[in-house]
């Protein structure tokens, strides 16, 4: 089937260009074979034309006393027919008294139609006429009273010309399209052949099969289609890569608190504790359902950015009281785990958002410091204000994300490997399409002492 369809895709192209070849041939026959004829027909009328001017006006000068040899002499001049009518009537009719070359049957020229014409009118003409079955370039014109000159020639070679172009015309068509035909057939099937590679490709990719590049170096439309190919493989073999991750990791989430939280009931049904023991398994197994509750939120709360139903207020947050905030909350985390907490706020700093959508990014990035970085460093709580924006800042003096991860910490399910961060990964994912939402962003700064990342706002007034 995929083949017929590409073969189909084949013979439209080449029957395109083949109509393309035929029109311009039909074109060029319908506009070059009139045109010619018609340019040969007026050059023969135009020809008759000056001869029988010529001998009207010999003529007039001086009155011949041989009509027979004047015809003669002007048709074997201008080789052309000349011939001298004398007219009577009525009724009208005409007596031929010259006639040349010598020896031409006078035949129906006794009765030419153009004669008759002007005998009648006495006006000049000049015109086609069809006589005993061929047609002839003829000219009239009164020489004086009841006498007529008649010049004519036949149009037996100029019609023969055209007909020769129109068969020259016809063959060169047949060649052309021939041409055409076998170069639209053999393009075709180039053009084919890289749609059939790049279904093939569509095919691998639908099959979940990201390890093969679409290759096509060409710059046209298909080759740029490639590269989108491409481009879409290596994005579905990320996205792959981060599904696969992040089932590992929430298994392994999952897992850890389910095994403790079992474990822990098992000894609290089976074993006689004391008091402080059993007290201490309940911290524990409490520790591990924050663990994961945490969790669910989180991935409730990317189902609701990507279904677009997140409920969030705009309304003005003093990113100072957020940031005192996340000090409180995270001092006692901090000195867990042997980091220094520290705060830099200069007055408010009024921001447009939610303010517990707010809290939650700056929770995702001090939680993030402390988990990326070794016991002794140093972690700031800082607020900013720049060019109509307010920002809320957590910096810290710790080694730095390395480079060729620093473009993908933001994505969703991303954990860089050789780290001692443990989690869903998902936090700063939340953090930033939450900051987005509230028509903000979050950028990164990052270098060996110093990483520092910062959740821009629209500024507000506290006091509106």
């Known amino acids: 089937m995929s083949r017929l369809r590409l073969q189909s895709v084949g013979a439209r192209l080449s029957l395109a260009l083949l109509v393309v070849v035929a029109g311009a041939l039909a ?62 009537g009525p009724p009208l009719s005409l007596s031929v008294q010259g006639d040349g070359p010598t020896g031409l049957p006078v035949g129906d020229i006794a009765h030419d139609p153009l004669a008759l014409d002007v005998a009648r009118t006495f006006n000049n003409e000049s015109r086609v006429v069809n006589r005993a079955g061929r047609e002839y370039a003829e000219a009239a014109q009164v020489i004086a009273p009841g006498i007529i ?41 180039v053009f084919a052949r890289r749609i059939r590679r790049l279904e093939r490709a569509a095919d691998r990719i639908a099959g979940g099969r990201f390890d093969e590049p679409v290759v096509d170096n060409s710059k046209d439309q298909l080759g740029q289609l490639a590269r989108a190919f491409d481009r879409m493989r290596e994005r579905l073999a990320q996205l792959e890569r981060a599904r696969r991750e992040f089932i590992a990791n929430a298994s392994h989430e999952l897992r850890t608190p389910l095994f403790s939280l079992g474990g822990h009931l098992e000894l609290l049904t089976d074993e006689e504790l004391d008091e402080p023991t059993r007290r201490e398994f309940l911290v524990r197994m409490r520790e591990q359902v924050e663990r994961l509750t945490k969790l669910a939120e989180e991935l409730l709360d990317l189902s609701r950015l990507d279904a677009g139903h997140l409920n969030l207020e705009r309304a003005p947050v003093d990113l100072g009281r957020v940031a005192e905030l996340l000090l409180e909350e995270f001092e006692p985390v901090a000195r867990s785990s042997e980091h220094t907490l520290e705060l830099s706020v200069n007055g408010e700093v009024p921001a447009l958002g939610d303010e517990q959508r707010v809290l939650q990014i700056g929770r995702a990035l001090v939680e993030n410091a402390l988990r990326h970085t070794p016991p002794g460093t140093v972690v700031r709580i800082k607020t900013a204000r720049n060019d109509g924006q307010a920002a809320l800042a957590v910096e810290d003096n710790g080694p730095g994300i390395p480079a060729e991860h620093v473009p993908h910490v933001f994505e969703r399910f991303y954990r860089s490997d050789g780290t001692l961060a443990s989690g869903s990964g998902l936090g700063l994912a939340i953090a930033r399409e939450l900051a987005e939402v509230m028509e903000g962003e979050i950028d990164l700064e990052s270098k060996p002492g110093r990483t520092v990342f910062r959740v821009w706002l629209p500024t507000a007034s506290l006091s509106g």
């Open 27 to 88: 074109v060029v026959y319908l506009i070059v074979v009139p045109s010619l004829e018609e340019r040969l027909i007026n050059s023969r009328i135009r020809q008759v034309e000056r001869v029988a001017q010529q001998a009207t006006d010999s003529w007039r000068f001086e009155v011949p006393g041989n009509p027979q040899g004047f015809a003669v002499g002007f048709a074997s001049v201008s080789n052309t027919r000349v011939t001298i009518f004398y007219s009577d």
């Open 149 to 189: 000159v008649l010049v004519s020639t036949p149009l037996d070679e100029s019609l023969a010309t055209v007909e020769l172009v129109k068969r020259r015309i016809v063959s060169a068509g047949v060649i052309a399209l021939a041409a055409a035909l076998l170069v639209g057939y053999l393009a075709a099937s």
